[in-house]
C-alpha cells in the first residue's frame, strides 16, 4: 500500500466555519507534509512533523492548526479562513525526514473559501 | 534567490520529439533530487529519482550535476501522454523544495 488518503476531495467554507482536513497513511511513514498549492504554481511547504512532533512551521498564519494524533493520521484544522486561503490542500509523507527517500501525495482538498 | 529554479517553458513539442529542460538549485548541501509529474488539477507523482551518475527509465534520462548544481530531464520519443507540469523537487535541510515546474504540451 504506496497510498496517501485525504479527505475530503473537495470542500466549501464560509469565512466563519471550522473545519477540519485529514490525511493517513498505512507505510509506516514518520515523516508527514501539508502543503498549500495555487493554480499554476508549484506547492508551498506549510507543516513538517517528524516522529508526531511538529518539526516545521513555515511561518503559517494560526487560522491554520496542524495536528497530528498518530504516526498515520495528520489533521488540518481550519478556522476563520479568508477567500485567498482557497487553494489545493495536499499532504504528503516520506519514510523518514532525514532519509533520501521521495514523497508520496495524497490527492489533495480542493478547497473553496467564500 | 528561490531554493531551487526550474525552466519554466512552456514547451510545445510534436508527437515523437525529444525535449529536455534543467533545474538549478542553490543549497550545495542538498541531498537528493526527484522529478514529479503534475497533471492539471492532480496531485504530483513521482517520476523518477535522480542519481549522480544518471538514470534512465524507459524513454526518460535524469541528469544531477553537483558541480554546477542542476538536473535535467529528457524526454525521447515524446507521446501526447506525456502532457503535464514537470516538477524538479530538492531534498535538503530535511525539506522538500519544488521549482516553479515546466509545462509540457506534446501534441499530434
Known amino acids: 500500500d504506496t497510498e496517501v488518503t485525504q479527505t475530503p476531495k473537495h470542500l466549501v467554507m464560509g469565512m466563519t466555519n471550522k473545519k477540519s482536513l485529514k490525511c493517513e497513511q498505512h507505510?509506516?511513514?514518520?515523516?508527514m507534509y501539508w502543503y498549500k498549492q495555487k493554480a499554476k504554481k508549484p506547492p508551498e511547504l506549510m507543516f513538517v512533523y517528524s516522529y508526531e512532533k511538529l518539526s516545521i512551521n513555515e511561518s503559517v498564519p494560526s487560522r491554520f492548526s496542524p495536528e497530528c494524533p498518530n504516526s498515520s493520521l495528520l489533521n488540518l484544522h481550519l478556522h476563520a479562513l479568508q477567500p485567498e486561503d482557497s487553494a489545493l490542500y495536499l499532504c504528503?509523507?516520506?519514510?523518514?525526514?532525514?532519509?533520501?527517500?521521495?514523497?508520496?501525495f495524497g490527492q489533495g482538498t480542493r478547497l473553496t473559501v467564500v | 534567490r528561490k531554493e531551487v529554479e526550474q525552466d519554466p517553458g512552456p514547451f510545445n513539442v510534436p508527437e515523437g520529439a525529444t525535449v529536455a529542460f534543467n533545474c538549478t538549485y542553490s543549497?550545495?548541501?542538498?541531498?537528493?533530487f526527484f522529478w514529479y509529474r503534475q497533471d492539471c488539477r492532480k496531485e504530483p507523482k513521482l517520476l523518477m529519482s535522480v542519481y549522480s551518475s544518471g538514470n534512465e527509465d524507459g524513454r526518460f534520462t535524469a541528469q544531477l550535476n553537483r558541480a554546477s548544481q542542476y538536473i535535467s530531464l529528457l524526454i525521447r520519443d515524446s507521446k501526447l501522454s506525456d502532457s503535464a507540469t514537470y516538477l524538479c523537487v530538492v531534498i535538503g535541510d530535511y525539506k522538500l523544495s519544488f521549482g516553479a515546474g515546466t509545462t509540457v504540451t506534446v501534441r499530434a
Open positions: 504528503a509523507s516520506r519514510a523518514d525526514r532525514a532519509m533520501n527517500t521521495e514523497a508520496f
Open positions: 507505510m509506516g511513514h514518520r515523516a
Open positions: 543549497n550545495s548541501a542538498s541531498q537528493s
